[in-house]
Nanobody, 127 residues
Framework: QVQLVESGGGLVQAGGSLRLACAAS????????MGWFRQAPGKEREFVAA????????LYVDSVKGRFGISRDNAKNTVALQMNSLKPEDTAVYYC????????????????????WGQGTQVTVSS
């Protein structure tokens, strides 16, 4: 089991940057594929980015490609989401999630495939 705690959210102007961090408890962090999701008011939770256990493979939703970057540090049990060129439509609560898949398992975009979730951190982008 793993517990996830996000940080780094806040208010930023359009075009600005934020770096979200997710700290994980437990000694098996490196066995999880990790993902970031977001949920705007009145909308369903949506996939943003994912990274595999070793950190060598990433996946992004089309709307953030070229602007966001996901990374992980297995020695520190952390995963980060660097967000650049932020837009008002990026405003949402951002969630870190862990997928307890088999080693080498494919990255997933589906909410139901992730087993553990953080409490979320608010990102607000003003125009």
């Amino acid at each position: 089991q793993v517990q996830l705690v996000e940080s780094g959210g806040g208010l930023v102007q359009a075009g600005g940057s934020l770096r979200l961090a997710c700290a994980a408890s437990g000694r098996t962090f490196s066995s999880y594929n990790m993902g970031w999701f977001r949920q705007a008011p009145g909308k369903e939770r949506e996939f943003v980015a994912a990274i595999n256990q070793g950190g060598g493979t990433t996946l992004y939703v089309d709307s953030v490609k070229g602007r966001f970057g996901i990374s992980r540090d297995n020695a520190k049990n952390t995963v980060a989401l660097q967000m650049n060129s932020l837009k008002p439509e990026d405003t949402a609560v951002y969630y870190c999630a862990a997928d307890a898949t088999v080693w080498g398992g494919a990255l997933s975009r589906r909410v139901r495939d992730y087993d553990y979730w953080g409490q979320g951190t608010q990102v607000t982008v003003s125009s």
